[in-house]
């Protein structure tokens, strides 16, 4: 069964850090471009940031650019989130996705979602 | 950056009725678009992809259309359990985009 699973998140302070990981089973990870697309309480779907299947490509949202740094581990099925110099607005529910391959980056596949709370 | 505009925010309507959500693109682009639903505390789950694919899985009464700057998710005969949020997203262009959101209830 195709999954994916979200741990890592938690309460921060302004200005922290914090690292999610996402563990992929099922399916050929290494195939696939892996994202990270959040929600904040109450609000809509906003895409973060994405990894090519290669490893070579990374994109970001803008204003995430210098702060997050998404980063995969093809032996260990696994994606990750590096956050730091985190702000209020960052809070959100992040979840990690799997797209279909091929340069297609919509995403058929999500985890259950972690929550990031930025707060003093 | 592609904005999507999605209306209704709400809609409401009756078990059996034929709904629809339309999503219109601040530029054109051919098809890139794919129709999320999310229900409350659930991740989304892929509905429609490149307009008008149903995603393996999904029932017949969602269908997708449109190209250009204008598209369209349908819902053929509403059931209890269509009560979520929609959103349409496109990856045509990075940054990839959702629209806000339709939340479809029942009358």
């Known amino acids: 069964q195709d999954q994916l699973v979200e741990s890592g998140g938690g309460v921060v302070q302004p200005g922290g850090s914090l690292r999610l990981s996402c563990a992929a089973s099922?399916?050929?990870?290494?195939?696939?471009?892996m994202h990270w697309i959040r929600q904040a309480s109450g609000k809509g779907l906003e895409w973060v940031t994405s990894?090519?299947?290669?490893?070579?490509?990374?994109d970001y949202l803008d204003s995430v650019k210098g702060r997050f740094t998404i980063s995969r581990d093809n032996s260990e099925n696994t994606v990750f989130l590096q956050m730091s110099g985190l702000r209020p607005e960052d809070t959100a529910l992040y979840f990690c996705a799997k797209d279909v391959g091929a340069n297609n980056r919509f995403f058929d596949l999500w985890g259950q979602g972690i929550l990031v709370i930025v707060s003093s | 950056d592609i904005q999507l505009t999605q209306s209704p925010s709400t809609l409401s309507a009756s078990v059996g009725d034929r709904v629809s959500i339309t999503c219109r693109a601040s530029?054109?682009?051919?098809?890139?678009l794919a129709w999320y639903q999310q229900k409350p505390m659930k991740a989304p789950r892929l509905l429609i992809y490149k307009a008008s694919t149903l995603e393996s899985g999904v029932p017949s009464r969602f269908s997708g259309s449109g190209s250009g700057t204008e598209f369209t998710l349908t819902i053929k005969s509403l059931q209890p359990d269509d009560v979520a949020t929609y959103y349409c997203q496109q990856f045509h262009s990075y940054p990839w985009t959702f629209g806000l959101g339709t939340k479809v209830e029942i009358k």
């Open positions: 990894i090519g299947e290669d490893d070579n490509s990374e």
């Open positions: 099922g399916f050929n990870f290494r195939n696939y471009g």
């Open positions: 530029q054109s682009f051919s098809g890139w």
